[in-house]
């Protein structure tokens, strides 16, 4: 069973979380709210996890398709519920940005497969009531 320990760093709100094989995580609040703003927020740690769970699964599947991927990087935005407490993400959109010789319907079916199926983030965030779209470049 995964296990995730988190230690407090400072006075304020800075937080370490620490895997069982040694990876961090250092999180922390913003300035406004009394921290340092020395990490990622929580809930950007989750828009992180739905970035890396999709990489995961859109990498393995093209490189099953036998693509060339030469380069591959996301942007995630995302908006949260205002006046709820609490503040859940109510919409997300991925921009998955691809290098190489990558068919660009290939691409797309993996991006959906991942996301529609195969990725748990994105099936923890859509029970929450999350609308999560995307779309893909490729240069």
């Known amino acids: 069973m995964p296990r995730i320990t988190i230690k407090r760093t400072d006075n ?3 937080f370490e979380a620490v895997d069982e094989n040694s990876h961090k995580i250092v999180m922390d609040a913003a300035e406004s709210f009394g921290g340092h703003n020395g990490g990622f ?5 989750l828009l ?3 970035g890396g769970c999709g990489g995961v699964d859109i990498i393995s599947i093209l490189k099953k ?3 060339e991927v030469t380069d591959f990087h996301m942007e995630i935005e995302g908006e949260r ?10 919409q997300v959109h991925i921009l998955f940005r691809f290098a ?3 068919d660009e319907d290939k691409a797309r079916k993996a991006c959906s497969l991942s996301l529609d199926k195969y990725c748990s983030v994105a099936a923890t965030l ?3 009531g999350c609308t999560i779209t995307w779309d ?3 240069n």
Do not use: H, S, Y
């Not at 927020?41 to 740690?45: A, K």
């Not at 519920?81 to 109510?90: D, I, R, T």
């Open 126 to 128: 859509r029970a929450a």
């Open 81 to 90: 519920e205002q006046g709820k407490e609490p503040a859940l993400w109510k």
């Open 136 to 138: 893909l470049t490729i």
């Open 48 to 50: 992180a996890g739905l």
């Open 12 to 14: 304020a709100f800075a």
């Open 100 to 102: 190489g010789g990558i």
């Open 41 to 45: 927020r929580p809930m950007q740690t």
């Open 65 to 67: 398709q036998k693509q």
